[in-house]
């Protein structure tokens, strides 16, 4: 396990961003070019297939993998270093053999050049066992070279006793057992249907059919870069005029960094912190709010947008304007036409593209990648697949009749709104709408500038200055919360000073994902459990089986599965199977369960049977459907996977070993795997859920000095073991490490990310050093070493503080960690139930023997003996009657009349009194039956309340329960037994005990239920009922009135109001509505005022 939450460590994808910021002279051409729209991107597109054309051959098609737009397309993606090629897992599984063949080399005291030189018999032996094992999926090789190979190497280090020898030996065993599970996989049931073929599969590129047009527009752009005129004019007539805007003590500048034809926003004049530099009226900006009166033909496009909006608003406010410029460039025109011939996406040229290699704005590139197909693949199918309105056509039209947005446009529409848009305040609310603001879009973005837009009242936008500005220098805004490198990105510029929002931020697997959406969670499982080296999944297993028809064909499920083929169609996802789904969605809780809801189809039992050999079928002939091909070599790298598993000694107890059994077992017998979630999916999404206590991935972040609060927490569920996460699940402290062990693995694994971080750096920090100091640079060359060198300062602070915490931890008490705290509260958990647990057989003595009230002993005469006398014993139980018992003895030694009176005074004269009952409740138990609950004066409602509860079995039946309800039931005995007292009672039952009732406030108003929870408590006759009721209805003050209450299908209840109740009528109909659980205030209201307009006749009801 050790083993594979280490690997974790090589599979962090880390997103790290520095600051940095300087001016210099200007060498604009091959750092920056532009597309005006994407109409130029079809233009582009058109040319790129053209040229390509001339190189292709009669019938060949310019986007084919293997031809020359292909090809150059990914020579594109890697000058601008997007591109990524993902290895097989065969490769990382050859690449971790090799590794452990190294280990095993060196821990016997051979170096690889020595072992590739020796040339005896036994060692080309063991060459040839190493080759036929890396050529092939498993190979076929015999058991006794591999035995060779390991038995001289183990020899070499005293047989394995040294603490070399011991390590050696751990490493060769486990070598020998993905070795033996190779042949064993080549000889195995799935092997010999057919279904693993000889080719393995391919890496995946990043670059696909999807993305060529768009690089080879992007090549095309920036190998012949146009001069992008705009109608400077037009605007200024459309925002000063038409829509009626402001400008003060600003103006348009061409200066560095700027973010459009227009130029930047240059104070004229001195500017104070809080003059109003620009007005304009609503509808002069492009946002949420202003869309909300643009009419289409099926209602407006704010309303249409509004999901949109809400669920990423730089994707809806792409949307909206691609909408707009379609209107404007080929519909019914757009009022914003003269503001949107200014929009243009800027693009860093290769240069300065290359200049990032080994930085997170590198990394962030391809993340961006990632977004643009992830935002276009949600509009597509959130906003535009029913679309009926148009609001999709790229061409304007009323309806989509000319094809919807492309993934180009969306590109496009993206990157401008994320170079240009600006947050617009409410002034009224605070809250913040992204927004395309005329002129505002000009000003610097800046971390520390400050300054806003504001919509006033008026429904006017105001910028507001947030600092004072020199004459003749750039107006800045801070545009959002933004990293240098994101900054670089977007701006193309970074800030003069350090940035306040800098961070490292780490994708933690799993993080964020709790809330996925069925199909994307379980890509994540899949791609987690590939990331870290743990076996395959079960259901995908199933779900390649099936596509090769190995155990039978089930037409229903086939027919489910083409429904979820056809859903991610476009995308890398793979449908999930109906037991998935039942499972993720909480239908069901078990395989089983999912099973016994789904129909099985004829014939298909096999496919339930998980400890015996099933039957196979050959699978088909792989050549005649690719997609049948792919699900072969899909089966053949889950073979890869496992041997991934075997080879990081994943194999031991819990839910990974159980997964991989199960998996040896479908390879080796064809054993069918479960359709729906294994005991490591189940283990992931409870780290899923634990891990959203964190908080989100932009949270997991490293900061100069310090890391993140959510980061630690997240690194900490995402190391934690098994036994750890079972542990935490419930009641998990995300400020408190877990336990010592995971805390230093944790920081470990983090120390190591972060010095991986610092070796994918192509320069030093003396080279970066050495280039600032240069006069050469160009400002955008200035700003991206500036950020390589922050981005190494703040790394290699997150470094010393990593190294600091490790060492600090040496002298941690393992007990100030939250898995010892649970532990404790565990152990005391134990304690508490087996407390519980004795009250219970304490109970159970109690009420399985008959309650003794006294035990008086009598000199009697013996029978047949006048002179002589013998002690007797007399009894009396709870329930008996006392009269009857001292008869009943009477009769027994011929007593007397005078004796037996005497008897009787003398055993009531024993009998203690008891304490006052102060408390009683009714209850209705699970079983359907009353049972009253009391309290006498003394009596600890704790201990009574627990021991009441254990006798009706409520413990058995859940402890939450049972600690809810005893906190339920000790409050009202605590509330009833503090109520004011009003009158008191002396008893005496028919035993002989001396009881004593207390009649508090809001037990008067119907006394003959509250004498017949009495009695059954006090265990007295159903006979005393009445009685018991007259006698407290004589005792208490005399009622002056009677107001019935009707609570709604429940019996008719009765407030009793005495003489002296008017001036407290409050607290007594407050006492009746707790007896009664009329808890509604309304209903509380109401009885007052029936009760007042009885006790005042004449008062009017308002």
Known sequence: MMRWRRNLTLVLLVLAFCAGAAHGSRDEAAEEFSISSPDEIDELVATAVRESRKELKDGENALDPKGPMFKSAEESARRRLVYKESPTLFQRKQDLLGDMRSQILQ?????????????????????????????????????????????????????????????????????????????????????????LPSSEAEPLSSVNIVKVPWLAAVGLAEEKPKDHGVNETAFEEWYGGKMGGKVSYVTRSQEVGQASPLGVLVAEEDVKKGDVLLEMPLKCILNQLSLRN???????????????????????????????????????????????????????????????????????????????????????????????????????????TSGVFTSQDFRWALSVVKQNAVPLKLETTGREYLSLIPYANLAQHDPDAGGEVVLSLKNVAEFRAGVDVAAFHPVKLTKGTFTDAESFLR???????????????????????????????????????????????????????????????????????????????????????????????????????????????????????????????????????????????NLKEAAHQLHISVALNLTGEGSV???????????????????????????????????????????FVIQAKNVSEELLCAMRVSLSNETELNLIEASFNRSMGITKSNEMLMLQTLEGSVRGLLRKHITSTEEDEAQLESDDLSAKKRFAVTLRLREKELLQSALAFLEDEIEGLEGKDPDFFQVAALLLQEEEKQRRLEDLQQKLGEERERLSKKAEIVSVTINVQKAGEPDSVESANLTIYEGDDLGDRVREFGDKHALDQVARKRLEMHVKN?????????????????????????????????????????????????????????????????????????????????????????????????????????????????????????????????????????????????????????????????????????????????????????????????
């Open 107 to 195: 821990l016997s005291g051979r170096t690889q050049d020595a072992e590739d030189g020796d040339d005896d018999d036994d060692h080309k032996k063991k060459r040839e066992v190493v080759e036929a094992y890396e050529t092939g999926l498993v190979g076929r090789y015999e058991e006794d070279f591999v035995d060779l190979f390991l038995s001289e190497a183990a020899a070499a280090t005293g047989n394995g006793t040294t603490p070399g020898g011991v390590a050696l030996r751990s490493q060769a065993e486990v070598f020998m057992d993905t070795v033996k599970l190779g042949r064993d996989i080549t000889d195995g049931a799935i092997s010999l249907a057919g279904a």
């Open 294 to 400: 643009r009419r289409i033909r099926a209602g407006f496009v704010g309303e249409k947008l509004k999901e949109a909006f809400a669920h990423n608003p730089e994707w809806g406010l792409s949307v909206a304007l691609l909408f707009e410029l379609a209107q404007h460039r080929h519909g019914d025109g757009s009022k914003w036409g003269a503001f949107l011939d200014t929009l243009e996406m800027r693009l860093l040229g290769t240069p300065m593209v290359q200049e990032l290699e080994g930085t997170f704005a590198a990394e962030l590139l391809r993340i961006e990648e990632e977004e643009v197909q992830e935002g276009y693949r949600w509009v597509s199918s959130e906003v535009c697949k029913s679309d009926n309105s148009g609001i999709c056509n790229r061409k304007g039209g009323g309806r989509s």
């Open 657 to 699: 070993g159980k997964v991989v059994n199960d998996t040896r077992n479908f390879f080796l017998y064809g054993t069918a795997p479960s359709r729906g979630l294994d005991a490591i999916d189940e283990m992931l999404i409870k780290k899923m859920d634990v891990l959203s206590v964190c908080g989100g991935p932009r949270d």
């Open 910 to 1102: 024993n009998i203690p009194p008891r304490e006052p009952i102060v408390a009683l409740l009714q209850t209705i138990t699970q079983h359907g039956s009353l049972e009253p609950l009391g309290l006498a004066r003394g009596e600890n409602a704790t201990d009574k309340v627990e021991r009441f509860l254990l006798t009706q079995g409520v413990l058995e039946e859940s402890e939450d329960k049972f600690k809810t309800l005893a906190q339920e039931l000790e409050e009202k005995l605590r509330s009833r037994s503090s109520a004011r007292l009003l009158v008191e009672i002396p008893v005496v039952a028919p035993d002989g005990r001396k009881l004593t009732l207390h009649i508090r406030e809001g037990e008067q108003h119907d006394m003959l239920e509250f004498m017949r929870v009495f009695a059954k408590y006090a265990k007295l006759p159903s006979s005393s009922i009445q009685p018991l009721a007259q006698e407290a209805l004589r005792r208490l003050p005399p009622a002056i009135l009677q107001v019935p209450i009707n609570l709604g299908g429940s019996r008719q209840l009765s407030l009793r109001v005495a003489s002296g109740d008017v001036e407290r009528l409050e607290e007594v109909i407050s006492s009746f509505c707790d007896r009664h659980a009329i808890q509604d205030e309304s209903a509380q209201q109401q009885i007052m005022r029936n009760v007042l307009s009885k006790i005042h006749p004449g008062a009017s009801l308002l």
């Open 491 to 633: 701006y193309h510029l970074v800030s003069e000073h350090v940035n306040r929002f800098n961070h490292v931020r780490l994708k933690i697997p799993g993080g964020g994902q709790a809330d996925d959406q069925l199909i994307y969670k379980v890509q994540s499982l899949r791609d987690w459990r590939k990331a870290v080296g743990l076996p395959p999944r079960a259901a995908d297993l199933w779900r390649a089986a099936s596509q090769l028809n190995l155990y039978g064909e089930d037409e229903e499920e086939q027919n489910y599965m083409d429904r979820q083929n056809r859903l991610t169609s476009g995308t890398n996802l793979e449908p999930i199977t109906r037991a998935e789904q039942l499972m993720l969605t909480g239908k069901a809780k078990t395989n089983e369960e999912a099973a016994l809801m789904i129909k099985p189809a004829p014939g298909s039992e096999v496919l339930e049977s998980k400890y015996s050999e099933s039957q196979l079928y050959s699978a088909p002939d792989l050549e005649e459907d690719i997609s049948l091909e792919m699900a072969a070599k």
